[in-house]
């Protein structure tokens, strides 16, 4: 039997921009709750919520200070225990975001283990002694500078591979493992329907010899995760897996490994970066590569014996028809052409909040306009090192996760209608023009582009289960595929550019399925539009 997750479609909130319900300028889980009647309409199976446990906010929640506990900011217990609820009468499962890689430092276990070499908690968490008065190692974080904090008080090195604030969990201490399955039983307890895994391939780490991702602890440590928590329970997981291959993903999500659902996979997300460079070292996306990508991923995991993910966006990743589309005069076209070539590929999609609107990115002209610390400590650090501030904010403009992040724009009421106070981050200003009220009323829009996609995959096994074959021989810029599954064979083809294109194919159509421009009847020399997408059925 399929598992629901493989015909599911997974739509991600980021509470703190979504809806605000009480008018302090924060979204909470009341105003999720208020719109799920929204995302049914839509047709999404899954929510994944982005964290709301108690948090010091340092990263936006993913420095967790109590896991069994809400922030305050997004409400109480009580309301999670109604979204669960009201969630569940829309058939509509709550994917939690676990965080276990690290902790906030305001968490009473690394409270406890700052007091002293002899505490029990001590050993949590990763302590090293200083080497020749210095860091252990040259181990990076993530947010910039080193991933080794002083501790004055013992004078000892904890590990942190990203804010100072956000201590690593020590994997090895099978004393701790427990209590994170125990809590991960505690939401089970509660109805929830999986997991997300934040940085999951963090956990193997070894950080004497130097080993972040991937280490050789990771599998046994899902493995035994996946016995004590989810195993027998009908739930999806998936981990974030920045530095997997194929192949690791098929040791995450092949069944009989009895760790993960799938992964997400990130490979497509270094294509503007400048190679062997960080990701604000920009360069122009390469068309021919972002196809190059996105067909390995579709061939080189057997199906058969693993699973992807699919997706354009999240709450790290900025707006795609902004990054790679045209957010401007083919701001529709793109958007459905981004959503059609990746809904009817193998795996389960991903709708990021927002984007099933064609939200954009919204540029900013200074630093002090910026609060994603990410962009903020990569700024500081480069302006020391003589980077000049145009190529800075510029770089933040493209990359930069507040991006992703601005409020849900659902009216053009002031605020966009996410709240009565003053947002937390800037309200991207097109809200009069994009937003989710207009795209509702308009039976063209990318809304119901999303919307249909959702009801292909839930009524058509070929797009869950179908094999997929590339069309080769096509222009760089033309992105072209079968899905077969049996008799039934459909055709999906893309382009990925803002200019017009030439695709020619002997098939005959027997059945339209979707498209943002115009039906085709004909396969013959057909001149595409800009970001034209469209699958037919053919023979």
Known sequence: MTPWWKKAVVYQVYPKSFQDSN??????????????DYLKKLGIDAIWLSPVYQSPQVDNGYDISDYEAIDPQY????????????AKKRGIRIIMDLVVNHTSDQHKWFIEARKSKDNPYRDYYIWRDPVEGHEPNELKSAFSGSAWKLDEKTGQYYLHFFADQQPDLNWKNPILRQKIYDMMNFWIDKGIGGFRMDVIELIGKDPDKLIRENGPMLHPYLQ????????SKNLMTVGETWNSTPKIAEEYSDPGRHELSMVFQFENQSLDQQAGKEKWDLRPLN???????????????????AWNSLFWENHDIPRVISRWGNDQ?????????????????HGTPYIYNGEEIGMTNYPVKSIDEVSDIESINMYN????????TQSLIHAINV?????????IQWNNAKNAGFTTGTPWLHVNPNYHQINVEAALKDPNSIFYTYQKLIKLRHNNPIVVDGDFELVKGTVEAVLAYYRKLKDTKWLIVANLSGQKQHFSSTD?????????????????NLTLKPYEAFSVKVK
Do not use: C
Not at 28 to 35: A, E, H, Q, V
Not at 287 to 305: A, M, P, R, S, Y
Not at 381 to 388: N, P, Q, S, T, V
Not at 399 to 407: I, Y
């Open 23 to 36: 008018g302090d300028g924060i979204g909470d889980l009341k105003g999720i709750t208020f719109r799920l």
């Open 287 to 305: 068309l021919g590569e972002l196809k190059k990508v996105l067909v390995k991923w579709q061939t080189d995991i057997d199906f058969n014996h």
């Open 224 to 231: 035994e995760m996946n016995k004590k928590t989810f195993g």
């Open 381 to 388: 650090e480069r302006l020391k090192a003589g980077y000049d």
């Open 329 to 345: 005069e083919y701001r529709i076209q793109s958007a459905k052409m981004f959503a059609i070539i990746l809904h009817l590929m």
């Open 399 to 407: 990359k930069g996760r507040d991006n992703a992040r601005t409020p």
């Open 508 to 524: 005959k159509v027997t059945d339209q399925i979707i498209n943002n421009y115009t039906d085709h009847s004909n396969l013959t």
């Open 75 to 86: 409400g109480t217990m009580a309301d999670m225990d109604e979204l669960i609820s009201e």
